[in-house]
């Protein structure tokens, strides 16, 4: 994706929301979801490898997050994101609930679309997630005088859940998808790695056997804290 450009204030880049926005508008119901499921992985992905430590397995793939490794689910990668305090609780409540999406997309064989029942429970639910999302393009869909026509059409005068009355499903939940993998990106794009408090090293004749003084407290100067 190349080095991103803040666009937004808020930490939003508008170029990474309408490139995804665009891959995501040549993909069915079912492809959408899967590829942008897959999209906030890759960016949440990045923004624990961009607070955790390097990983010493370049050679073999990352034994932390890498294919079939302690925390190479989207799952997994949520739940240490949430624990480290990477993302809110209301970003890993959206995480878990976009992935619960993908998953009934990934695994039923037959023919479903936004509009097939539990599928629609489910993205209902997660428009209730996302209601901050919403209340964000309801406010610019209230003031701008480029909606004004829209607000006429569908008479709006209520709350962001209108929005789905007037973009349908489908566009709603491609720019949710949008919002919440630029928020991550932007996250990651800030994270900065963790840095140990302490480093200790077990250096040979630091600590005496008979349990006499060692050389630091002997009168040495010297500061092995740091040494291999």
Not at 176 to 198: E, M, Q, R
Request: hydrophobic share 40%; net charge positive; with cysteine.
């Amino acid at each position: 994706m190349g080095k991103l450009q803040k666009a937004d204030p808020a930490g939003i880049d508008l170029n990474l929301v309408a490139d995804v926005a665009k891959q995501l508008a040549i993909e069915s119901d079912r492809g959408s979801v899967v590829l942008g499921v897959a999209w906030m992985e890759e960016e949440l992905t990045r923004l624990l490898k961009a607070r955790c430590l390097p990983s010493t397995k370049t050679d073999k793939g990352d034994e932390l997050f890498g294919v079939s490794a302690p925390v190479g689910t989207f799952s997994a990668k949520t739940l240490l994101a949430w624990r480290l305090g990477l993302v809110s609780d209301e970003t890993k409540l959206k995480l878990d609930a976009f992935r619960k999406l993908r998953n009934e997309f990934a695994h039923l064989r037959n023919p479903i679309t936004f509009s097939t029942p539990n599928i629609k429970d489910r993205i209902d639910h997660l428009f209730g997630l996302n209601l901050d999302i919403s209340a964000g393009m309801w406010n610019v869909m209230l003031k701008s005088k480029d909606f004004a026509p829209v607000r006429e059409k569908y008479k709006l005068s209520g709350g962001p859940e209108q929005l789905v009355k007037v973009l349908g499903p489908r566009s709603l939940i491609h720019f949710h998808i949008c919002v919440v993998v630029a928020g991550l990106s932007y996250a990651a794009d800030a994270a900065t790695t963790i840095k140990p408090s302490v480093r200790m090293r077990a250096v040979v004749g630091e600590i005496p056997r008979d349990g006499g003084a060692s050389p630091s407290s002997s009168g040495s100067s010297r500061d092995t804290s740091d040494q291999g």
